[in-house]
Structure formats: structure tokens, C-alpha cells
């Protein structure tokens, strides 16, 4: 866990005038889970967007096992081993669920296609009794599966989950995290964004804290789990 694939460097994001993301810096070495936690409105999605290509940066580098891709279209950081899981899921609703996987192996060769599918479906069984279903008739809980496994399909090296809790029963929740266990477990290194600070923190083996856009706590996932600001703020005591 030496190995550093992500290092984001005083990253500065601004929507027009409104500077969103203030001198953010952090890393995640490879075969770890780091997370983000913070309020709604904290920097937490847009730091994400950032380091996926959706958003660019005004100032700051981002690098990704060792190359700057500050700025580089986000079908290239897919292509590089980045993979983004995002907010709201965002399925294609229109489209079953074998080829909204599908689609999420548009950098794959056709003939690791196949192979990559079977493991989504050894992961999450119920997307395979569900492969011919429009996803839009989907659970919640199903959507977050295949928003998950279609990231997966891109066979990323790091996997950024943002939200995947939300919306959720509690069963669910609980499912969503075993499931980013066995991720882990498997050899996927997971940046995490989650509004569950108790849960994001219980998983992570180190964790940042988001306020109006700047980090302003950093520690274990274990430290921050007693840290009595922390659970003040977002523990609920």
C-alpha cells in the first residue's frame, strides 16, 4: 500500500464566481479505501467531478499513477483505470441491464466483455436474474448495483463511489457496504463519498473531512470515528 495512484495537489474549483473547491489536497495509495465525508454542500461531489474530468480545475494538478490529468475528457481517465460511480446513479433507464454494463465497457475489447460481465454478476446475483430488465423498472438498491457494476465493467484500478448510500432502506445500506467490502477484499482501491459518515468511516482505512470546500480534518478511518469534533458534526454526538 506504499504505491500512490491518486495525489491531488491545492485543487481549486470555481462554478462562475463561486469558488466551490478551496486548496483541497489529498492522495490514495493503492489497495486502500479513503473517504470523503463532510455537509451537504461541502465540496465532496464536486471533487469527484473534478478528478473524473466532468469539472476543470482553475489551478491545482491531480495525478493518476503518476500522470497529470488535470483537465484530460473523462473517457480518457476511463481509459486510464479511473472509473467514477456517480451521484443519483444515473442509469440508462431506456436500456436493459446487460447493456447498461455494456456500456460501461465501451474502453474494453468485445472479447473481455463477456468475462468482465460474468464477475459483475458473481458480485451482485440479483443483476443476473434481472438481465433483461429495463433498468428503469429497477429498485432503488438494483440501480446502485448496476451504477456500481457498470463502473466496474471498465475494470478500473481506482473506483470513486459517489453517494451510493443515498436514498436507500437501512437493509439496503447495509447490503451497499458489504458489497464495498467484498470490492476492497477483491482488489479494488475506492475513493468514497458519503453522506453515512459512520459508515463511510467504519470501511475507510483513511479519511478526509470536507467543510465549504476546504479540508479541515484528516486522519484513520478508526481516529476520526472518536475524534470528538467529528462526531459532534456528523455522528450524531
Same mark, same amino acid.
Given at each position: 500500500?506504499?504505491?500512490?495512484?491518486?495525489?491531488?495537489?491545492?485543487?481549486?474549483?470555481?462554478?462562475?464566481?463561486?469558488?466551490?473547491?478551496?486548496?483541497?489536497?489529498?492522495?490514495?495509495?493503492?489497495?486502500?479505501?479513503?473517504?470523503?465525508?463532510?455537509?451537504?454542500?461541502?465540496?465532496?461531489?464536486?471533487?469527484?467531478?473534478?478528478?473524473?474530468?466532468?469539472?476543470?480545475?482553475?489551478?491545482?494538478?491531480?495525478?493518476?499513477?503518476?500522470?497529470? *490529468?488535470?483537465?484530460?475528457?473523462?473517457?480518457?481517465?476511463?481509459?486510464?483505470?479511473?472509473?467514477?460511480?456517480?451521484?443519483?446513479?444515473?442509469? &440508462?433507464?431506456?436500456?436493459?441491464?446487460?447493456?447498461?454494463?455494456?456500456?460501461?465497457?465501451?474502453?474494453?475489447?468485445?472479447?473481455?466483455?463477456?468475462?468482465?460481465?460474468?464477475?459483475?454478476?458473481?458480485? &451482485?446475483?440479483?443483476?443476473?436474474?434481472?438481465?433483461?430488465?429495463?433498468?428503469?423498472? /429497477?429498485?432503488?438498491?438494483?440501480?446502485?448495483?448496476?451504477?456500481?457494476?457498470?463502473?466496474?465493467?471498465?475494470?478500473?484500478?481506482?473506483?470513486?463511489?459517489?453517494?451510493?448510500?443515498?436514498?436507500?432502506?437501512?437493509?439496503?445500506?447495509?447490503?451497499?457496504?458489504? *458489497?464495498?467490502?467484498? /470490492?476492497?477484499?477483491?482488489?479494488?482501491?475506492?475513493?468514497?463519498?458519503?453522506?453515512?459518515?459512520?459508515?463511510?468511516?467504519?470501511?475507510?482505512?483513511?479519511?478526509?473531512?470536507?467543510?465549504?470546500?476546504?479540508?479541515?480534518?484528516?486522519?484513520?478511518?478508526?481516529?476520526?470515528?472518536?475524534?470528538?469534533?467529528?462526531?459532534?458534526?456528523?455522528?450524531?454526538?
Amino acid at each position: 500500500m506504499s504505491d500512490t495512484l491518486l495525489k491531488v495537489d491545492d485543487l481549486n474549483v470555481y462554478y462562475g464566481n463561486i469558488h466551490a473547491i478551496k486548496g483541497v489536497s489529498f492522495e490514495v495509495k493503492e489497495g486502500e479505501i479513503v473517504t470523503l465525508i463532510g455537509a451537504n454542500g461541502a465540496g465532496k461531489s464536486t471533487t469527484l467531478n473534478t478528478v473524473s474530468g466532468l469539472l476543470k480545475p482553475r489551478t491545482g494538478t491531480i495525478e493518476f499513477c503518476g500522470k497529470s *490529468i488535470a483537465g484530460m475528457p473523462a473517457h480518457r481517465i476511463v481509459r486510464d483505470g479511473l472509473a467514477l460511480c456517480p451521484e443519483g446513479r444515473r442509469v &440508462f433507464l431506456q436500456l436493459s441491464v446487460k447493456e447498461n454494463l455494456e456500456m460501461g465497457a465501451y474502453t474494453r475489447s468485445m472479447s473481455e466483455v463477456g468475462e468482465s460481465i460474468e464477475k459483475v454478476y458473481e458480485l &451482485f446475483p440479483r443483476l443476473k436474474e434481472r438481465y433483461k430488465q429495463v433498468a428503469g423498472t /429497477l429498485s432503488g438498491g438494483e440501480q446502485q448495483m448496476l451504477a456500481m457494476g457498470r463502473a466496474l465493467m471498465s475494470k478500473p484500478r481506482l473506483m470513486m463511489l459517489d453517494e451510493p448510500s443515498m436514498g436507500l432502506a437501512p437493509i439496503l445500506v447495509d447490503q451497499i457496504f458489504d *458489497i464495498i467490502g467484498d /470490492l476492497h477484499k477483491a482488489g479494488t482501491t475506492i475513493l468514497l463519498v458519503e453522506q453515512n459518515a459512520r459508515k463511510a468511516l467504519a470501511v475507510a482505512d483513511r479519511a478526509y473531512v470536507l467543510e465549504t470546500g476546504r479540508i479541515v480534518n484528516t486522519g484513520t478511518g478508526s481516529e476520526l470515528l472518536h475524534d470528538d469534533s467529528v462526531k459532534k458534526a456528523y455522528l450524531g454526538g
